[in-house]
């Protein structure tokens, strides 16, 4: 159903390798501006950052990031969430952002995680995908989709992202 797309090796420049959710979104764990011209030459078109400063002392700081991703002619959407600010609002933003890229993106956070179910509940909300297809899409990527489910059966509303 979800066939396995591939995952794009980033070596030395992240450190990590991005998960490829969709043909459009890739997700990976922090990055900091070192990291643009890696992105770039990957073909990355693209950031968002859903990760808050300060979450964690010494992580890159978004201005900074920001401003390299933008100098170097990438899209760039700081979008931080955690707790309650992960709600379908932001699942909305998200899913616009994704949808108005000319490319692949690449979001991340932390670990990705929250990137993930940020995508997972605009396109459940917008009725892209069921939770059950969720869940073997996330099985299939090495994906958690334990977050997007305790999501949704918190948050009962037939609200669908734009």
Known sequence: ?????????????????????????????????ADIAGIIA????????????DEEPGQP?????????????????YL??????????????FRAALR?????????CRSGARSFTLWAIGEILAGEITPEQLVALANERGCDASDVLIWLAAHHTPFRCP
């Open 61 to 77: 700081q978004q201005a900074a990031t920001r401003a390299a991703a933008q100098a170097a002619g990438l899209g760039y959407l």
């Open 100 to 108: 108005a890229a000319s490319g692949p993106v690449l979001a991340h």
């Open 80 to 93: 931080p969430v955690a707790g309650a600010t992960l709600n379908a609002e932001a699942a909305g933003t």
């Open 1 to 33: 159903m979800w066939p396995l797309l591939f995952s794009i090796p980033l070596g030395k420049d992240i450190g990590m390798t991005p998960i490829q959710i969709t043909d459009k979104l890739f997700i990976t764990g922090q990055i900091s501006s």
């Open 42 to 53: 990957r073909g990355f078109v693209a950031i968002v950052n859903n990760r808050p400063d």
